[in-house]
C-alpha cells in the first residue's frame, strides 16, 4: 500500500498483476489505475488485504490486515489467519471535531479495534471459505465465474458490510476477499502410515450475531443468535470428505438480560407469534441442510424447563416430517461425573446420522455421496454442553470417513489411535473456547472432557473460575462488546452530522449514588468492628446500624440491577427482540 496526502494506492502483488486501487482519501471515490500512476513519495507499507471501509465520527477510516498466518491447505488453496490490522483515517487530523465529537471518535475507533482483537478471523484469496465443501460441488459454471465477494454465503461474511462500497464496483472485487469469523484447524495426521489432513472450520453468522445475555433467540427473518456452522473435512489422496452440524440459540422469541444476578431468568415473550419467525428459520434450514434433527440439551427442570417445552410445542404444531426433536436434560444425566450416559445421546441417533451420511468427493472431482441432513444442537449458550456433544457426533462421523477412504482398517476404532485422538479432542477443546470468547467472553466450561475424555477435579474449579470471569463480563463490560459488534457490522451506522450520538446518554442518579451508599455503609461496618467502642452493646449498636444500611442497599441495587448492568447504547436489544 502507497499512502499519500490525498490518496491510497492499493497494489496487488500477483504475478503479471497491473491494476491498483486508488481510494482518494477527500472524495472516498474508489478507482482503478495502473502501476505507472503510483507516484514515488508515497509511504509505502505491505498489507495483507482490505477488510473494509466504516464511516466514523472524524469521518472515513480504511481498515487493512497487516499480518496473517498460514493454516494450511484446503483444496489446494492457502487458507489464512489474520493476526493484526490498522485502521487508518482518511484524513490527517480531528482538529475540525468539537471535542465531544472527538473522545465519540475515539471510543467508536476503541471499538472496531475491540472487534479486530477477537480472535478468529479467517481468510483465502482465492477459494471459498464460506460455503461447505458439499454447497461448492453443487453450483453452476456460472457461479463459478463470480467473484469470491459475489458468491460468497453472506451469512458468514463478517467484513461484508466494510466491503459495501468495493462491491458495489464489481471491477474492484479483485481487491478484496470474505473475512469469516469462527474458528479453523488444519492438522496433517498419520493413522496406518497413511498420511491425510484432517480440519476443522467453524463459521459464526455475523446475521443476529452479538454476545451471550443481549442476544437470544431469532428476529423476525428467522436468524438465530449464536449460529454456528462446523465442519469436518478429511482430504486424502486427492479426494475429501466432509460432515457438517451446527448450532444456534432455540429459535423463538426469548431473552435473558443481565440484572446482576447470577443466571437471569430467560423469559419468553408474549406478545409475538412465534410461529412465524419459527418457520422461517427451520425453512431455510432445511433449505440449506436438508433433513433436521434438533438436539436441545437444555434443563428439563428450572428455569430452562419453559424453554424446552416452548421449543418442543412449536416443533410439534410445525408438524414437519423432516425435523425431528430429541430433548436431552445434559446436566440431569451426566450428574456425578456420569460422563458416560453421553453415549445414550449419540446410541439414539445413530440410525440418523447413518442415514444422512456425509459428502465425500473422489480424487477425480467426482461426488460419490452427500450428506442428506444435520444435526442442529443447542443449549441454554450453544456452547459448552453443545460442543461436547458436536465432538461426539463429528468422531462417529469420522470413523466411517476414515474407513470408506481406506485410511482406516475394517474393525479399527479412531479411539485406539492415540497420537490422532489427542491432536482430535484438542482441536475441539479449542474450537469450544474460540467459540465461547467470542460469545461469551471466556473460553468454554466442560473443556477437560473434550480433552481428555473424562471430568476431572481441576476441569471443575476451572469452571468456577471461568463462570465468575464470564458474570463479570456479562454484567460489567457486554454493553460495550455488543455495541462494538453492532458498530462493526452496520447494525448502527454513524452519522455524519453535528448532533449527539448515543454514546452521550448520562446513567441515572442510582447509577452513582447507591454503589457509593453501599461502599460507605460497608465501609463503617468494618470500621466499627476494627474499633471497638466502650461497650459491646454500643459496638453490636453500630455494627448492626451498618450492617443493615448495607444489607438494605445492596437490595435495592439488586431490585434495580438492569439499571446496574453495562447495556448496550448504540441498538436498542429490545426493539430488535
Known amino acids: 500500500m502507497h499512502a499519500t496526502v490525498d490518496k491510497f494506492y492499493i497494489e496487488a502483488c500477483d504475478d503479471g498483476a497491473i491494476d491498483v486501487l486508488v481510494i482518494d482519501r477527500i472524495s472516498t471515490e474508489m478507482t482503478l489505475t495502473g502501476t505507472h500512476d503510483i507516484p514515488p513519495s508515497g509511504i509505502t507499507r505491505p498489507i495483507c488485504g482490505i477488510m473494509g471501509t466504516i464511516r466514523l465520527v472524524a469521518g472515513m477510516y480504511l481498515i487493512v490486515i497487516t499480518r496473517k498466518r498460514k493454516m494450511g491447505e484446503l483444496a489446494g488453496h492457502t487458507v489464512w489467519k489474520a493476526t493484526e490490522f490498522d485502521v487508518i483515517p482518511y484524513k490527517k487530523t480531528t482538529m475540525h471535531l468539537l471535542e465531544a465529537q472527538t473522545q465519540d471518535n475515539q471510543v467508536f475507533l476503541n471499538m472496531i479495534n475491540s472487534v479486530l482483537n477477537t480472535d478468529g478471523f479467517y481468510f483465502c484469496t482465492d477459494y471459498d471459505l464460506t460455503h461447505t465443501q458439499q454447497?461448492?460441488?453443487?453450483?453452476?459454471?456460472?457461479?463459478?465465474?463470480?467473484?469470491?465477494?459475489?458468491?460468497?454465503?453472506?451469512?458468514?461474511?463478517?467484513?461484508?458490510?466494510?466491503?459495501?462500497?468495493?462491491?458495489?464496483?464489481?471491477?474492484?472485487?479483485?481487491?478484496?476477499?470474505?473475512?469469516?469469523?469462527?474458528?479453523?484447524?488444519?492438522?496433517?495426521?498419520?493413522?496406518?502410515?497413511?498420511?491425510?489432513?484432517?480440519?476443522?472450520?467453524?463459521?459464526?453468522?455475523?446475521?443476529?450475531?452479538?454476545?451471550?445475555?443481549?442476544?437470544?433467540?431469532?428476529?423476525?427473518?428467522?436468524?438465530?443468535?449464536?449460529?454456528?456452522?462446523?465442519?469436518?473435512?478429511?482430504?486424502?489422496?486427492?479426494?475429501?470428505?466432509s460432515f457438517v452440524q451446527t448450532r444456534g440459540s432455540m429459535p423463538f422469541f426469548w431473552s435473558q438480560r443481565p440484572n446482576l444476578k447470577y443466571k437471569p431468568k430467560p423469559l419468553i415473550s408474549s406478545t409475538t407469534t412465534h410461529m412465524d419467525g419459527f418457520k422461517r428459520h427451520f425453512e431455510s434450514q432445511v433449505l440449506i441442510y436438508g433433513k433436521q434433527v434438533i438436539l436441545n440439551l437444555v434443563n428439563q427442570k428450572g428455569s430452562e424447563k419453559p424453554l424446552e417445552e416452548a421449543f418442543a410445542k412449536m416443533v410439534d404444531s410445525m408438524d414437519n416430517s423432516l425435523i425431528k426433536y430429541i430433548a436431552f436434560d445434559f446436566h440431569k444425566e451426566c450428574s456425578k461425573m456420569r460422563w458416560h450416559r453421553l453415549q445414550i445421546l449419540v446410541d439414539a441417533v445413530a440410525e440418523n446420522q447413518d442415514e444422512y451420511g456425509h459428502f465425500w468427493v473422489d480424487s477425480d472431482g467426482k461426488v460419490a455421496s452427500q450428506q442428506s441432513g444435520t444435526f442442529r444442537s443447542n443449549c441454554m449458550d450453544c456452547l459448552d454442553r453443545t460442543n461436547v456433544i458436536q465432538s461426539?457426533?463429528?468422531?462417529?462421523?469420522?470413523?466411517?470417513?476414515?474407513?470408506?477412504?481406506?485410511?482406516?482398517?475394517?474393525?479399527?476404532?479412531?479411539?485406539?489411535?492415540?497420537?490422532?485422538?489427542?491432536?482430535?479432542?484438542?482441536?475441539?477443546?479449542?474450537?469450544?473456547?474460540?467459540?465461547?470468547?467470542?460469545?461469551?467472553?471466556?473460553?468454554?466450561?466442560?473443556?477437560?472432557?473434550?480433552?481428555?475424555?473424562?471430568?476431572?477435579?481441576?476441569?471443575?474449579?476451572?469452571?468456577?473460575?471461568?463462570?465468575?470471569?464470564?458474570?463479570?463480563?456479562?454484567?460489567?463490560?457486554?454493553?460495550?462488546?455488543?455495541?462494538?459488534?453492532?458498530?462493526?457490522?452496520?447494525?448502527?451506522?454513524?452519522?455524519?452530522?453535528?448532533?449527539?450520538?448515543?454514546?452521550?446518554?448520562?446513567?441515572?442518579?442510582?447509577?452513582?449514588?447507591?454503589?457509593?451508599?453501599?461502599?460507605?455503609?460497608?465501609?463503617?461496618?468494618?470500621?466499627?468492628?476494627?474499633?471497638?467502642?466502650?461497650?459491646?452493646?454500643?459496638?453490636?449498636?453500630?455494627?448492626?446500624?451498618?450492617?443493615?444500611?448495607?444489607?438494605?442497599?445492596?437490595?435495592?441495587?439488586?431490585?434495580?440491577?438492569?439499571?446496574?448492568?453495562?447495556?448496550?447504547?448504540?441498538?436498542?436489544?429490545?426493539?430488535m427482540d
Open 135 to 241: 454447497r461448492l460441488a453443487n453450483t453452476s459454471p456460472d457461479f463459478q465465474e463470480m467473484s469470491l465477494l459475489e458468491r460468497a454465503d453472506q451469512r458468514f461474511v463478517w467484513n461484508g458490510n466494510l466491503l459495501r462500497d468495493i462491491i458495489g464496483q464489481p471491477e474492484l472485487h479483485k481487491f478484496a476477499f470474505p473475512v469469516i469469523h469462527g474458528f479453523v484447524v488444519m492438522k496433517p495426521c498419520s493413522i496406518n502410515g497413511k498420511i491425510f489432513e484432517w480440519i476443522l472450520i467453524s463459521r459464526r453468522s455475523c446475521f443476529r450475531a452479538g454476545v451471550r445475555y443481549y442476544v437470544r433467540g431469532i428476529d423476525s427473518e428467522g436468524h438465530a443468535a449464536n449460529f454456528v456452522e462446523t465442519e469436518q473435512i478429511v482430504q486424502y489422496q486427492g479426494g475429501r470428505s
Open 392 to 575: 461426539l457426533l463429528a468422531r462417529r462421523s469420522l470413523q466411517s470417513q476414515l474407513q470408506r477412504m481406506g485410511v482406516l482398517h475394517v474393525g479399527q476404532k479412531i479411539e485406539q489411535q492415540a497420537d490422532f485422538e489427542k491432536i482430535y479432542k484438542n482441536a475441539w477443546a479449542d474450537n469450544a473456547d474460540a467459540c465461547a470468547k467470542q460469545y461469551a467472553g471466556t473460553g468454554a466450561l466442560k473443556t477437560d472432557f473434550t480433552r481428555t475424555g473424562k471430568r476431572s477435579q481441576w476441569g471443575l474449579v476451572m469452571d468456577g473460575w471461568n463462570s465468575m470471569i464470564r458474570y463479570y463480563k456479562n454484567n460489567f463490560s457486554d454493553g460495550y462488546r455488543q455495541d462494538s459488534i453492532d458498530l462493526f457490522l452496520g447494525n448502527y451506522t454513524v452519522d455524519d452530522t453535528e448532533g449527539p450520538t448515543p454514546l452521550q446518554v448520562q446513567k441515572d442518579w442510582k447509577f452513582m449514588m447507591l454503589p457509593l451508599v453501599l461502599l460507605v455503609a460497608f465501609s463503617m461496618c468494618i470500621l466499627c468492628l476494627l474499633m471497638a467502642g466502650d461497650t459491646w452493646t454500643e459496638t453490636l449498636a453500630y455494627v448492626m446500624f451498618w450492617g443493615m444500611a448495607s444489607a438494605v442497599t445492596t437490595a435495592v441495587i439488586v431490585f434495580n440491577g438492569k439499571d446496574f448492568v453495562d447495556a448496550p447504547k448504540l441498538v436498542q436489544k429490545e426493539k
